[in-house]
């Protein structure tokens, strides 16, 4: 590589390469526009090639940026790998150990995976710091993107927000409607949609890709959208709501799947066929996965294999 070519370089194209400005990557790293002006200048007159075409809308990547853009991510991204993993010390068996992993999961997919992933991972790669981050979909591949993360299990989303990134599947979850054990709906002879109008409803934020499902399934029934109920997003706290009072429950079955089968929880008989969505695991283009990411995936897609035989 052209020896002219340097680390803050190559930094800059990724934040103009990012947030499509030159204003926002001055932002995002804390310097002055002009200065990233000049460094991406600087970048162009060394490759010979024209990177970006500025404007009022910002700053719009060339094919040849397009093409390049991997391959700088990837330098920089195995640059910050390789001090972590030294940061990390030596194994006794003249190995490295050590480095961090930045992973981003939906909170209700969290529960039923991160566990036992974690537990295939430490059995092999000791010292790694594992900085785990749960939010909405959209807000976790906005980290991705930003490589604020190394990896997010989240759901596959409009292409507009996938853009830059793949996604792996790993299985469908389905939408379900569940209640404490002891609720008054369970001893119903017979059930409908607008019985459980009558209760207080929890319900994933809005713009959410389960809110939609949710959504969808009470206006198939006729009900309409409710008036009042509870933005839940977290499983612990939707939990204890359901247990304590008799609220009812739209959340994905694979976040209450232990409660469901040791009897906790009970999933009200409707038919939720169509409110499946696909969760998997998303990486960013830009950058080449470190082993400590490789090994975490490969622990990820065995919990998710033993769920879908199971």
């Not at 000049?38 to 490759?47: D, G, L, P, R, V």
């Not at 969505?277 to 490969?298: R, Y």
Request: a neutral charge; aromatic letters at 4%.
């Amino acid at each position: 590589m052209d020896g002219r070519i340097k680390l803050r370089h190559l930094q800059c194209f990724l934040a103009v390469m990012q947030h499509r400005s030159l204003q926002k990557a001055a932002d995002a790293m804390s310097i002055t526009q002009p200065a990233v002006s000049k460094t991406i200048a600087e970048m162009e007159e060394i490759m010979g090639t024209r990177l970006f075409e500025r404007g009022r809308n910002g700053a719009r990547p060339t094919g040849k940026a397009e093409l390049f853009w991997r391959y700088a991510g990837a330098t920089v991204s195995t640059l910050r790998q390789g001090m972590d993993v030294l940061s990390g010390g030596d194994r006794a068996d003249g190995g490295v150990s050590g480095g961090t992993i930045r992973l981003g999961v939906l909170p209700t997919v969290a529960p039923s995976l991160i566990p036992l992933a974690l537990q295939l991972f430490q059995q092999h790669w000791k010292n790694v710091v594992v900085r785990i981050t749960s939010g909405l979909n959209v807000q976790l591949m906005q980290q991705l993107k930003a490589q604020e993360l190394d990896l997010v299990i989240g759901r596959l989303s409009e292409p507009d927000s996938m853009m830059g990134l793949t996604f792996e599947h790993l299985f469908a979850d389905q939408l379900s409607v569940v209640v404490r054990a002891d609720h008054p709906l369970l001893a119903l002879p017979t059930l409908s949609v607008e019985h459980i109008m009558a209760y207080s409803l929890l319900l994933p934020p809005l713009s959410t890709v389960i809110r939609n499902a949710a959504d969808s399934f009470l206006n198939a029934h006729g009900v309409g959208n409710p008036t009042s109920y509870i933005e839940v997003l977290s499983v612990s706290l939707g939990r204890e709501l359901v247990l304590c009072n008799d609220a009812v429950w739209f959340v994905p079955t694979s976040a209450v799947r232990l409660d469901l089968e040791n009897g906790i929880l009970c999933s009200l008989p409707f038919s939720m066929a169509g409110s499946e969505q696909m969760v998997g695991l998303a990486l960013s283009n830009a950058v080449l996965p470190s082993p400590v990411t490789e090994a975490m995936i490969h622990a990820i897609r065995e919990v998710a294999a033993r769920q879908r035989t199971g």
